[in-house]
């Protein structure tokens, strides 16, 4: 692809990538609020917790958002193209691990919310719960990642025609680091987006200054964290591609999305650096709303990036 035809996907993948970014969001969401309760029963730290519940309350809102979109993207996309319904729905469908797990994932996910205070005195078995339903997105995850690979190599070559493939997990595929790449952008994510959540949410959860002294902070130090662990992983695949897609990488306008991907990430890791490191956070809020679109176009520049480098294998 020249630049211009690498642009243009990206335009294509704007309204995708925002709900998909949602999505992702929810996922990483759960994560860091099973992560918290963990610290906050470990070391009886109320603030932790509080953040946790935020957090968790956050995710399902995307979570259901994420589902609706994607129910009347699929019957639209499945109306048009009746093709895909067999690679959406068929028996040999690719996506049916992937609905089984991320349709247990959301039932745990709810009750996991919805029923924070009943368990309140069963803290340890709260956690338990966050545990098991943290492990069921992942499995997800994984299958949809699988999944999308398949799809992206075979409709490459026969657009419309379903082909039983087993899953690229062989240990010299780029498989295994796009699902790094995308888990810790998933908490990266949750994590820059619960900035602007917080800050949204202060007039009505109002734990006090102390609270968001606490929570702006960590919040800004998980996403930095996770997103340069992101970025570790493009490195990881950019290793494992044959010298000559790297040459063809390098040379194209795909060259310019990977780029891209990785100067605006470096960027947002470093306004997240100066939130986590202010005595006023609050003051600089405007960086949680600048780093959250910034998550959205790092995300639609690598869902681009991704779509290329999927068809060139």
Request: proline share 3%; hydrophobic share 55%; with cysteine.
């Amino acid at each position: 692809m020249d630049i211009t035809e690498s642009l243009t996907l990206v335009v294509q993948m704007i309204a995708p990538a925002f709900f998909d970014l949602l999505g992702l969001a929810a996922f990483g969401a759960l994560f860091i609020a099973t992560l918290n309760q963990l610290v906050a029963q470990s070391k009886a730290k109320a603030f932790h917790d509080k953040y946790a519940q935020q957090t968790a309350s956050m995710g399902l809102l995307f979570l259901g958002l994420t589902v609706i979109v994607v129910a009347i993207a699929a019957i639209v996309a499945v109306t048009r193209m009746p093709w895909l319904g067999q690679w959406l729905l068929g028996r040999s469908s690719p996506f049916l691990p992937f609905y089984a797990t991320a349709g247990l994932g959301v039932i745990l996910y709810v009750s996991y919310v919805m029923f924070w205070k009943k368990f309140r005195k069963h803290k340890l078995l709260h956690i338990l719960l966050g545990i098991l339903t943290c492990a069921l997105l992942f499995a997800s995850l994984i299958f949809c990642v699988a999944a999308l690979c398949i799809f992206g190599i075979t409709s490459a070559k026969t657009a419309t025609t379903l082909q039983v493939a087993t899953y690229p997990t062989f240990s010299h595929s780029i498989f295994w680091p796009l699902v790094a790449q995308f888990t810790f952008f998933a908490i990266g994510a949750a994590a820059g987006i619960s900035l602007v959540y917080l800050v949204l949410r202060r007039n009505k959860d109002d734990y006090g200054r102390d609270y968001y002294k606490f929570a702006l902070p960590l919040a800004a130090r998980g996403a930095t964290g996770a997103l340069l662990l992101g970025i570790v992983c493009q490195g990881w695949i950019f290793g494992l591609l044959s010298s000559e897609i790297r040459t063809l990488i390098l040379h194209s306008g795909m060259g310019v999305l990977w780029s891209a991907v990785l100067g605006i990430s470096i960027l947002c890791c470093l306004l997240w650096s100066l939130l986590a490191r202010t005595a006023n956070p609050m003051r600089m809020k405007w960086v949680a709303f600048v780093g959250a679109c910034l998550l959205w176009v790092i995300h639609s520049f690598n869902c681009a990036f991704s779509l290329g480098l999927v068809s060139m294998l």
